[in-house]
């Protein structure tokens, strides 16, 4: 049973007066169906609320971005909750709504906790609805855009594709506006960036934009999840993906799965506790593709910050180049004392290393 994860942004569910698309979300809601009724094990990830909350509410008075944002976002989650809960049921089908924060994704127990609520529902038979808590989250703690948290999720559940729908059909050889520009139907999995051909400009009731798409989709792929960037305002989108190989997108072939684990290190960089900085040799150690090799304490030349045993860590090399994160064996005292010594138990052992 294949699991998928869905995207769907704020351009996809709104008219360009920026009201809620219940048309467009009734046609969504008929495809996932499809998918859930044909064995798929379907999680969405749906934008919307602060588009949705936008026409309902009127300000007494003009509003920072953040306030606005959380006046919107409370309003417009009920109403967008709501649709998809009336819509799912003409389908037999229940839907359930989680909201989360970026910071739910620092704590592994909070990463764990969240992992089983959706599991719990996906095997009940009810698909879950995630969004952001836009209405508790500020600016520093926020994510990029959906894409982000989205491909979180994926990362989490060991998805087997990312389905990113936007209101473009894929990513462009270029501006999308240029009639020139064609669409990058594949990407090879050793792909590491596309920031050359990708336009930088963000989507209108959006955070995000495809540069921010397209860095998530290769992260994605690189950990063995397919990523498939596609129109969400073509018809029957999501079961044409599934079913014809040639329907219009940018699939993005996934490489080698990586554990679970080192997935969610991967994502994680933002929590880190403190750094080491390493030598040249254990720079070397630590980024030769053909060897598989812990952190150890003889190759650490400085320690900064103060963390516990367990918590997050980046590596850095002498030139201030960033390697990779991992997680701690050693508080940073204990980690200080430690420097340079040979024969005890490594700073971060492989299994909880991830390299950049």
């Not at 769907?8 to 495809?31: C, E, F, K, P, Y």
């Not at 473009?168 to 501006?175: A, E, K, M, P, V």
């Not at 798409?213 to 950990?223: C, D, G, N, T, Y």
């Not at 969400?232 to 997108?249: A, Q, S, Y």
Request: glycine share 10%.
């Amino acid at each position: 049973m294949k699991t998928i994860v869905i995207k769907i942004g704020s351009n996809v569910l709104t008219r360009h007066d920026g009201t809620l698309d219940v048309t467009r979300m009734s046609a969504l809601v008929d495809q996932v169906a499809i998918l859930h009724k044909n064995g798929y094990r379907v999680i969405m990830v749906s934008s919307g609320a602060v588009a949705a909350g936008r026409n309902e509410v009127t300000p007494s008075h003009r509003l920072d971005t953040v306030s606005a944002r959380q006046l919107y976002s409370a309003v417009g989650q009920t109403k967008l909750i709501n649709r998809y809960y009336e819509l799912f049921r003409d389908h037999g089908i229940t839907c359930g709504q989680i909201l989360t924060t970026k910071e739910g994704f620092g704590s592994r127990a909070h990463y764990l906790n969240q992992k089983h609520c959706i599991e719990v529902m996906v095997g009940q038979g009810v698909i879950p609805v995630i969004n952001e808590n836009d209405a508790v989250s500020v600016t520093e703690l926020m994510f990029t855009d959906n894409d982000e948290l989205a491909g979180l999720v994926a990362a989490m559940l060991d998805a087997d594709s990312l389905i990113i729908l936007s209101n473009i059909d894929g990513i462009y050889d270029g501006n999308p506006a240029d009639p020139q520009s064609e669409v990058i139907r594949k990407v090879e999995p050793d792909t590491t960036d596309l920031s050359r051909v990708v336009a930088t400009g963000k989507s209108t009731f959006g955070r995000g934009g495809m540069l921010t798409k397209s860095r998530i989709a290769l992260k994605a792929a690189s950990e063995g999840i397919e990523v498939i960037i596609a129109n969400g305002k073509r018809d029957n989108i999501l079961v044409d993906l599934l079913n014809d190989p040639d329907t219009i997108c940018t699939r993005i072939i996934p490489g080698e799965r990586i554990n679970s684990v080192k997935k969610w290190i991967a994502h994680s960089a933002d929590f880190t506790k403190g750094s080491v900085t390493v030598n040249a040799g254990a720079e070397k150690s630590l980024l030769d593709p053909d060897t598989a090799s812990s952190l150890l304490a003889v190759g650490i030349i400085d320690v900064e910050g103060d963390f516990e045993k367990g918590d997050l860590i980046s590596i850095t090399g002498t030139s201030g180049n960033k390697i990779g994160l991992g997680c701690s064996e050693y508080s940073s005292a204990e980690l200080i004392a430690s420097i340079g010594r040979k024969g005890i138990r490594p700073a971060i052992h492989y299994d909880y290393l991830h390299i950049e």
